[in-house]
């Protein structure tokens, strides 16, 4: 659309979308002093941002570089040379690796709530690339205590439903172990008491509980610096077109109930509305065959942006090494007919006695990989059974210990799983092959010969607990090898696992400064991007918890600091001032 003469509102710079990447870029223009208002499509803020983990992935932060980790830039370049494509540290990978720590700074100098934890051990993802580490790279947003936002807390968007036990209650990975056992220590009694009694307490008042943990505490913290600086947000505000005149964009219109609405922003416009995840005719365009799940993130992310800036002249960068960041998913029907897709992230691979099979009923890899190299392994097992079909297969024990997708760990009534056909069961290997259609013979050899080296805490396979990573995400009970012990007597239990994504890769083309850039390689002038809009600046690669929400983060600053003119250096003289946060993770800060 070109310029009209008729303005509803004028402001410096305007943000289109409440994740992440909108919220950190709507706050940053405000404390360099820019006018800004942030639109968000739905009546709530968080996207995807707010059923996400919350960890970011921000290397040499000053809470590592005062921590015992030693890290280096050349050895995160050297990290992500291994990665990426063309192994070359592009600008805008520099920018961010520059950037990242002085983001940090700069927001918990600005602001009250928007503070991060290094978590001292947190792996990175490859630790057959050389310069990975185990911790120091990864952070994540303290526990926010959500009743401070006052009314504004209906407006964080929920996690996802399965993910709140109880009916609303959050439960951070260090909760987990106390909720299961709370005999096992005063501390451990303790600490599920004050979660149990806080959540009681709170559902005399609230619809779910307070205390948020995680991608919620990320998008709490993001709202509650918004208001306190009182940037303006318009909810149900869904972008609707971008206003361009000589080949600049001036303003955009957004489709509000009462009729469109115009905003002009005299510096700029950020991009921020989440990718493509939630477009099917984007996922069939740039996902590969056979066609994954639905996305696990947010399905309100249409790619609205990204249509509207390629109509403006804007390029979409396809140079990924995979055009999306993987997670497989579990399906189920819940009982008002919505669908539940849980991502398998990390509660229950890696643990000792699971091992997950092919239509064929072999296995086909690494079971403790991350979620990303998961799915991969799924695509190039694809190329030789032709099929996707996965399954993850495991003995009582393993179903009563950790549990399994939907079904949390102690659960005694299996029957509704049963009965809805996500969980499998067979009392013998060869039933529960049949259950899933799989040869009962195969299936029979597979455990044989899992079990055979299991047995002693070998996987010379697939060399399940192997790395640093698939450790630390196994039972560290278990010896001599967390992640691996036999399966044992029947009744066998099965869940089938499809392909799906946390947040797209591809996206908008753009630069150092996040300006969104044309076919050419040129900016577009008043055009800027971040978050899952933005072709991730990894190019589909992963290198660790947080790979998303830390650039997000961070190009939202840049872009702030692109708008207002300013360099991120001055910010430098700034951040001095920020005292370096504790290297070790303590998990109740505000909660
Ligand atoms: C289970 C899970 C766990 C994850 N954990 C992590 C993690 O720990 N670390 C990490 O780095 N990544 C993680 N991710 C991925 C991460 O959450 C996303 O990459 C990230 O949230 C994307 O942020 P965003 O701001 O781009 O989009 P979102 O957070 O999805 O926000 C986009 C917003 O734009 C709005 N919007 C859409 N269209 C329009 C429109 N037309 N007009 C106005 N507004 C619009 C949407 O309503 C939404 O509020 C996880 C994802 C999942 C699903």
Redesign the pocket.
């Known amino acids: 659309m070109t310029s009209n003469a008729r303005w509803d509102e004028e402001v410096d710079v305007v943000v289109?979308?409440?994740?992440?990447?909108?919220m950190s870029a709507a706050l940053a223009c405000s404390i360099l002093g820019l006018s800004v208002v942030l639109?968000?499509?739905?009546d709530q803020?968080?996207?995807?941002?707010s059923?996400?983990?919350?960890?970011?992935?921000i290397p040499l932060t000053k809470a590592a570089l005062a921590g015992d980790q030693a890290d280096s830039r050349e050895q995160v370049e050297r990290y992500l040379a291994g990665l990426i494509p063309n192994a070359t540290i592009s600008a805008r990978l520099r920018a961010f690796l520059d950037a990242g720590p002085k983001m940090l700074d700069f927001f918990a100098l600005h602001t009250a709530a928007l503070r991060f934890l290094l978590v001292a051990r947190h792996p990175d993802y490859r630790f057959d690339v050389p310069g990975a580490t185990v911790g120091g790279r990864a952070l994540i947003p303290p526990v926010f205590d959500g009743r401070l936002l006052g009314k504004d807390f209906d407006r964080v968007r929920p996690p996802?439903r399965e993910f709140m036990p109880l009916g609303g209650m959050m439960v951070g990975k260090d909760d987990i172990a106390p909720l299961l056992h709370p005999l096992a220590s005063v501390s451990a009694f303790r600490h599920a008491c004050t979660l149990l009694f806080r959540y009681a307490s709170d559902r005399l008042r609230y619809r779910r509980g307070t205390r948020l943990v995680m991608?919620n505490a990320l998008v709490a913290r993001l709202l509650h610096s918004l208001r306190q600086r009182q940037v303006p947000i318009r909810f149900e505000?869904?972008?609707d077109e971008l206003v361009m005149e000589q080949g600049r964009v001036i303003g955009l219109t957004?489709k509000q109930s009462d009729g469109p609405r115009t905003l002009r922003a005299r510096k700029g416009v950020v991009l921020?509305?989440?990718?493509f995840g939630g477009s099917a005719a984007l996922r069939a365009q740039y996902l590969p065959q056979p066609p994954a799940e639905a996305t696990?993130?947010?399905t309100?992310?249409?790619a609205?942006?990204i249509r509207l800036a390629v109509k403006s002249g804007a390029a979409i960068d396809t140079n990924h090494v995979t055009p999306t960041?993987w997670v497989p998913v579990s399906v189920m029907k819940r009982s008002d007919g919505t669908t539940a897709r849980y991502?398998h992230?990390v509660l229950d691979r890696a643990k000792p006695g699971l091992i997950a099979i092919d239509g064929t009923g072999k296995r086909f890899t690494n079971e403790a990989d991350s979620y990303h190299d998961f799915v991969l392994a799924m695509y190039a097992n694809y190329e030789q059974t032709q099929s996707l079909a996965t399954h993850l297969i495991c003995d009582a024990r393993f179903l009563r210990d950790y549990g399994l997708g939907l079904i949390y760990p102690k659960t005694r009534d299996l029957d509704p799983y049963l009965a809805m056909g996500y969980l499998k069961c067979g009392k013998t290997l060869e039933d529960l092959a049949h259950a899933i259609a799989v040869d009962g013979s195969a299936l029979v050899r597979t455990v044989a010969r899992y079990n055979e080296h299991a047995a002693r805490g070998d996987d010379p396979d697939f060399g399940k607990g192997a790395s640093i990573l698939n450790r630390h995400n196994g039972d560290p009970t278990v010896k001599p090898n967390p992640c691996v012990r036999p399966i044992g007597a029947g009744p066998y239990y099965a869940v089938s696992v499809f392909p799906s994504d946390?947040?797209t890769s591809v996206g908008l083309s753009a630069d150092e400064h996040a300006r969104v850039l044309d076919e050419k390689g040129a900016p577009l002038t008043g055009l800027y991007v971040c978050?899952?809009?933005m072709s991730s600046v990894m190019q589909g690669a992963y290198p660790g918890?947080?790979?998303?929400?830390?650039p997000?983060m961070t190009f939202a600053y840049l872009a702030a600091h692109h708008l207002a003119a300013l360099e991120t250096s001055r910010d430098a003289e700034l951040s001095n001032a920020v005292e370096a946060p504790p290297a070790r993770l303590f998990a109740q800060v505000n909660g």
Not at 51 to 57: L, N
Not at 545 to 550: C, D, F, N, R
């Open positions: 289109v979308g409440g994740g992440c990447g909108g639109c968000e499509k739905t803020v968080g996207g995807t941002t059923t996400s983990a919350g960890t970011i992935w996802i991608g505000a869904s972008l957004v921020a509305t989440g990718g696990a993130g947010f309100g992310n249409t609205d942006a960041f991502p992230i946390l947040s978050g899952a809009d918890p947080g790979t998303t929400l830390g997000a």
